[in-house]
């Protein structure tokens, strides 16, 4: 090739971050080649023992790259066969580069689809910990960014954490459909070796091979998954920081994030900047277009492989690596933020917050819905004018919109209780948040033994594979 084809080619700077996994699908590779009769022991051997040296030389940081060769496979097996001889050069018997790449990806993203798991359960478990030492604040429900009703601080914690937990799901849903090994399928039409595919799958820790071998070299449909999981985490983690920017800000007085996680001016001495808050408010951009740049990448190719795959790692990598890291740093943002219950509590007493309840209360006392949401309507606009709130406003100024109002209203019009009567289930009361603070515990622990298991199985066959 012509220098500046190998240069544009080369994906080396990419996929090196694959090295672990090459070595590792390579000794499954050659082991099950031995096992099938296929090499000869001594040859095998030989392959086994320079890979494991690679291996040590990779985790250290010491493993030398050669940007002359296109690829990190490449790098491996030439290095292998230039210090064990031509026995490395049997290495890639019964394999393709196709296959090969496939089952290094996989095992990449596998992992990372725990570990972005992981770290969005650490988030939601900080979320919890803040509803469960604020289950009775009271704050303003918003709809619009308009106050709508009181709900409790922790309903609202809980919120962005059942959001957080369907994205650890969606992560290890994504984790199970990947789990199927690709060695074996080589080129796209599957090899003339009697190979045990079973075997090299068990050995890298996946349930089963893929089915089918021009579907498993040709497709990226894991990769654009894992893409969109991590995207959505993105979009909701936006969410969240967008809210506790504004709630940090003076005119809501909500939250105050720790100093270790803000930032200064350069020039304004008083002031205290939301920076992480921010900044992962603003790499969700970076993470839906990796997702947009998968779709489009494969959205018009024929089977099977075709080189454009080869731009399927980059984007996913750093979405990937940007999602878990944005999870580690909210987690820690969360669990050290005060809030201040009593800023919340004193603007959710302002602007007729419980007029929806007073609307209630008179269906109760046989008022159609309309009509009481009418009546309520000029009571609110009357509480304005005198500047005052419903709960303020005499028995005789509120009987005067409806005969039927009685002494029990005060029962229900203060805003703690009005927060506090929502108690059906999923609802905001202190007892409905409790069942929801159970039921997210017990989502985040069920999550955190399949990956501890998961973690546990792959970590067993890299050292079997090495021992």
Request: charged share 25%; aromatic share 6%.
């Amino acid at each position: 090739m012509d220098d500046s084809t190998l240069q544009f080619t080369s994906s080396l700077d990419v996929d090196s971050r694959l090295a672990f996994y090459d070595v590792m699908g390579s000794l499954a590779h050659v082991k099950m080649l031995k096992a099938c009769g296929i090499l000869p022991a001594e040859d095998v051997d030989k392959i086994v023992e320079g890979l494991k040296v690679i291996l040590a030389e990779v985790k250290e940081g010491r493993f030398d790259l050669d940007y002359a060769l296109e690829d990190i496979h490449t790098n491996v097996e030439f290095t292998l066969t230039s210090r064990i001889g031509p026995a490395g050069g049997k290495l890639h018997t019964g394999r393709s580069r196709n296959d090969q790449v496939a089952v290094d990806f996989r095992m990449y993203m596998r992992d990372a689809a725990l570990e972005a798991a992981e770290a969005v359960d650490s988030l939601m478990m900080s979320l919890v910990k803040v509803a469960e030492e604020n289950g009775d604040a009271v704050m303003p429900g918003f709809t619009h960014m308009q106050h709508a009703q009181p709900v409790s601080l922790a309903q609202h914690m809980l919120a962005h954490a059942f959001r957080f937990s369907r994205d650890a799901d969606r992560f290890l849903d994504a984790f199970r459909r990947m789990d199927k090994c690709p060695l074996g399928a080589a080129a796209l039409a599957g090899t003339t070796y009697p190979i045990d595919r079973r075997m090299t799958s068990e050995a890298l820790g996946f349930k089963e091979p893929t089915e089918n071998s021009m579907d498993t070299v040709s497709d990226r449909d894991f990769v654009t998954e894992l893409a969109y999981c991590a995207a959505q985490t993105a979009i909701h983690l936006s969410s969240l920081c967008e809210e506790l920017v504004l709630w940090s800000s003076q005119e809501f007085g909500f939250v105050e994030m720790d100093d270790r996680y803000t930032t200064g001016s350069s020039i304004m001495p008083q002031k205290k900047n939301p920076d992480i808050a921010e900044l992962v408010r603003g790499k969700t951009g970076s993470v839906i277009g990796s997702l947009v740049t998968m779709m489009v990448m494969t959205k018009g190719l024929p089977l099977t492989y075709n080189r454009d795959l080869q731009e399927d790692k980059a984007p996913v990598m750093d979405s990937m690596a940007t999602v878990i890291s944005s999870a580690k740093m909210m987690s820690k943002v969360v669990a050290t933020s005060k809030f201040n219950t009593e800023r919340m509590m004193e603007v959710t007493s302002r602007g007729q917050i419980n007029a929806t309840d007073l609307a209630d209360y008179l269906v109760t006392k046989g008022v159609p819905f309309r009509e009481a949401h009418g009546i309520v309507g000029a009571a609110v606009r009357h509480s304005i004018d005198s500047g005052r709130n419903l709960e303020d406003m005499s028995l005789d100024e509120l009987k005067g919109f409806c005969d039927r109002i009685g002494e029990d209203v005060f029962q229900i019009l203060p805003v703690r209780r009005c927060m506090e009567r929502r108690d059906s289930y999923g609802g905001t009361s202190p007892g409905s948040t409790d069942v929801q603070i159970s039921q997210a515990v017990e989502q985040i622990m069920s999550r955190d033994e399949i990956i501890r298991q998961e973690k546990q199985l792959i970590d067993g066959c890299w050292k079997a594979l090495t021992e």
